[in-house]
């Protein structure tokens, strides 16, 4: 263990009850404005601002300025796995009406984690790939059928072989407690599905949703069970 690692420090940034809600709206991967950020911590914007700059300096956060504007986005897909694990140990929010009824089915049944697919689609999904023998069964590894099946699917393996970020990994899944794939193969399979228009948003959460399309295309191409949650 190299003695220069600061393990409080990261905590601490964590231990807000701001800057928590702020990283929790992160987690679906886009880019947001201070204000929009201030409204989803509910606090003023002047103390999101100060907040931001925290996460920031503290390498949580990254931030681009676009014109007049600034975004703030997770500064990489491992903060998103790291806080990810995390919420198993964090104890649930009282659900006090039909909104947060709604919404909490909404994120168990399919939501991103960062770029990637969680909830129980996600989790679905990735046991139906070890299943179809595109990721080894006894552990996150990608088998040479699975190169051929993602190509197939318009996932350029070999590009991403290149890139730093591991081409698969295990993403604890919190509301499962079982792992969805992760890595790069697993944010690229999340964005074919949007390009495909198998999966589309719900609402300005981070929630998604299976369309009857996706649902069966992934029947097809992979084998996968119903994962389109009919209300």
């Given amino acids: ?58 390498g949580l956060t990254s931030v681009v300025a676009q014109g007049r504007h600034r975004y703030y986005r997770l500064a990489g897909p491992e903060v998103a796995e790291a806080i990810e694990p995390l919420l198993q140990l964090a104890p649930r929010e009282p659900v006090r009406n039909l909104r947060d009824s709604s919404r909490a089915r909404t994120l168990a049944a399919a939501r991103l984690c960062y770029d990637h697919l969680a909830g129980r689609a996600g989790v679905e999904l990735t046991d139906a790939l070890r299943r179809r023998g595109v990721l080894a069964a006894d552990g996150p590894a990608l088998t040479e059928r699975g190169r051929e099946e993602l190509a197939a699917f318009g996932i350029d393996v070999a590009t991403l072989s290149r890139r730093r970020r591991p081409l698969v990994r295990d993403c604890l899944d919190w509301t499962e407690r079982r792992p969805h794939l992760a890595g790069a193969v697993g944010a690229a399979l999340a964005d074919r599905l949007f390009t495909l228009g198998w999966m589309v948003r719900v609402g300005t959460a981070r929630g998604v949703r299976i369309t009857a399309e996706g649902d069966d295309g992934l029947r097809t191409a992979f084998g996968c069970g119903p994962l389109r949650e009919v209300a």
């Fill in 1 to 58: 263990m190299p003695a220069d690692v600061n393990l409080a420090r990261v905590a601490g940034l964590l231990a807000d009850q701001s800057r928590a809600r702020m990283l929790l709206a992160m987690l679906d991967g886009r880019a947001w404005t201070a204000g929009e950020l201030a409204r989803a911590a509910q606090i003023a914007p002047s103390t999101a601002s100060d907040h931001l700059g925290r996460l920031v300096k503290g």
